[in-house]
């Protein structure tokens, strides 16, 4: 038994070295993706029932010199195991803010989400941070959402009350992404200053044919009515989940049916277009 072992171990070896090298690798690499200019910001519009675009979310991209477009999937992970999520997330606020200010001096001013992990917003100075990129960009508060996630509370139920509440203060909003998947209880979800629930797609997906899942959307829905909370249904790719979702309540959508992730230009450009019909 203890040679069998000793053999797997060896079987397993080079390719485990290998995902480890590439790992440190594709680190190395993101240390620098900042300085270097390889990120880039991506808008996915946010429509209502008429297919008006009402937001739009902030969602990264990094464009590799040798790996070509790196998905967020491969290096958010990374960079939160690493800290480097502390520097691409201030990036990412910076850029966000960066495209509300020129929406609003090109004439089509609109609401922006980003993304906001649990370590970026709280760590100490996060606020003053916020506060600093706002002056710099010249961009409105009141327009910017912060997505953050349902893990963001465990533990630290003061802190993120506090921290919001501040924000709050400035005209920030917050949205509660990939609602449904963690374990936010009702009592906690009561005493955070949010505006938004972003219902996963994971439960639009299979929500017309899958009562499970339509349960948990009017359930979703029902806390979103009583809270007076906003919805955004994410990842609606089929006109039968936009469908369904519409008999149901008012939310925003947010998915490939009406539009994927794109550089930010251009639908800065399809802002101006849907301004003048
Ligand atoms: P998320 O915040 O839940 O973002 C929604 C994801 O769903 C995006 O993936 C988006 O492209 C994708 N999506 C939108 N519509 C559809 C659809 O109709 N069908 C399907 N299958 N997918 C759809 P993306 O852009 O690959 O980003 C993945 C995740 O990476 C995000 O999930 C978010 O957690 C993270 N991320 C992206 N940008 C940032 C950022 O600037 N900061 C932080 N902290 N995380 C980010
Ligand atoms: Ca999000
Ligand atoms: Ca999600
Ligand atoms: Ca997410």
New binding site residues.
């Given amino acids: 038994a203890k040679e069998a072992g000793r053999d797997q171990v060896r079987f397993f070896e080079p390719e485990m070295q290998a995902r480890v090298e590439a790992r440190f690798a594709l680190e190395g690499d993101l240390r620098h993706a900042v300085e270097r200019g390889e990120l880039q910001?991506?808008l996915?519009p946010q429509v209502d029932a008429e297919g008006q675009i009402q937001a739009a979310?902030?969602?990264?991209?990094w464009q590799h010199p040798q790996r070509g477009l790196v998905?967020?999937?491969h290096f958010?992970p990374v960079a939160e195991e690493t800290g480097l999520?502390l520097e691409?997330?201030e990036w990412?606020m910076r850029e966000t803010c960066r495209l509300l200010a020129r929406a609003e001096a090109a004439g089509t001013p609109i609401r922006m989400a980003?993304?906001?992990?649990p370590r970026?917003f709280h760590r100490s100075g996060f606020i003053r941070r916020v506060r600093d990129i706002l002056a710099e960009t010249g961009a409105d508060p009141t327009r910017l959402t912060m997505?953050v996630t349902e893990g963001l509370v465990i533990d630290r139920i003061h802190q993120t009350v506090a921290t919001m509440s501040e924000l709050r203060a400035l005209g920030v909003h917050f949205s509660i992404?990939?609602f449904g998947t963690g374990y936010s209880s009702l009592a906690y979800l009561k005493r955070l200053p949010i505006n938004e629930l972003?219902i996963?797609?994971t439960f639009i997906q299979d929500a017309p044919s899958d009562p499970n899942d339509a349960a948990l959307i009017d359930t979703i829905l029902a806390v979103a009515a009583h809270l007076r909370l906003n919805v955004v249904a994410?990842?609606?790719?089929t006109r039968e989940q936009a469908d369904f979702l519409t008999r149901r309540a008012p939310m925003l959508y947010?998915?490939?049916?009406f539009g994927?992730?794109e550089p930010a230009e251009g639908l800065l450009e399809r802002l101006a277009a849907q301004q003048v019909m």
């Fill in positions: 910001m991506y996915q979310e902030a969602l990264m991209r998905p967020p999937s958010i999520i691409l997330g990412a980003v993304n906001v992990s970026q997505e992404d990939d972003k996963d797609k994410e990842g609606v790719e947010q998915g490939y049916l994927r992730p």
